[in-house]
């Protein structure tokens, strides 16, 4: 099992639609990461969250620390939000601090279409 | 500046070549990574420099050989390479886990080709 699970793996969407994607994670994390990647392209950072919500105009990212689980959130989706989007933990160590481990989940790879 | 550049931007290279591919960020992160991606896959960690200095090698085969040469650069060295190393490698950067904002900024990656 994956220490980080993202679901659903594929989603389609037509454009204008409300869209969660959800992320579990099974490890002690000192943050979350939430990423986006074009086909073929780098990868940008949209979130990174320690608590609580974050909000960067149509996309919102929340996250329950005790229930070990983030969702990304997309408003009015449009085709150019088609992407991958992926989440990523940076792990602790045994003493409790962040270490320089970013632990992926598989991605959601999100098709909008007009 | 929040760049990660990646120079080259695609690279095709034969199982004899030898080449490097670079990284460079002027955000004084201290901590900069090497990552191997194939398609449809997530990003798989390889290295990791803190302060300048190998502090993370995921049993990556010697083939591949990173070099920081400074706080701004990283390179990783490319020698005998085969073709399921063919992927896309990227660079990325963060302050060090002792800072509070840990942001992983990423490049826009090499696409590799051995043939």
């Known amino acids: 099992k994956n220490e980080v699970e993202q679901s659903p793996q594929n989603l389609t969407a037509q454009e204008g639609e409300f869209i969660t994607i959800n992320c579990s994670y099974s490890v002690g994390i000192s943050a979350l990461h939430w990423l986006q990647q074009h086909p073929g392209g780098g990868i940008v950072s949209l979130f990174m969250l320690s608590s609580g919500k974050k909000k960067h105009g149509r996309l919102i990212a929340t996250i329950n620390i005790q229930e070990k689980h983030s969702s990304l959130h997309i408003t009015a989706s449009h085709p150019r939000d088609s992407a991958v989007y992926i989440c990523?933990?940076?792990?602790?160590?045994?003493?409790?601090?962040?270490?320089?481990?970013?632990?992926f989940g598989t991605g959601t790879l999100l098709a909008v279409q007009p | 500046d929040t760049e990660v550049t990646q120079t080259p931007k695609h690279l095709v290279m034969g199982m004899t070549n030898k080449k490097s591919l670079k990284c460079e960020q002027h955000m004084g992160h201290r901590a900069m990574y090497w990552y191997k991606q194939k398609a449809k896959k997530p990003p798989e960690l390889m290295f990791v420099?803190?302060?300048?200095?190998?502090?993370i090698n995921e049993s990556v085969p010697s083939r591949f050989s990173p070099e920081c040469p400074n706080s701004s650069l990283l390179n990783l060295h490319l020698h005998a390479l085969q073709p399921e190393d063919s992927a896309l490698y990227l660079c990325a950067s963060s302050h060090s886990p002792g800072r509070t904002n840990t942001e992983a900024f990423f490049g826009q990656g090499t696409r590799l080709t051995v043939v």
């Open positions: 990523a933990v940076r792990s602790r160590d045994k003493r409790g601090g962040a270490t320089n481990k970013l632990i």
């Open positions: 420099y803190s302060y300048e200095k190998l502090s």
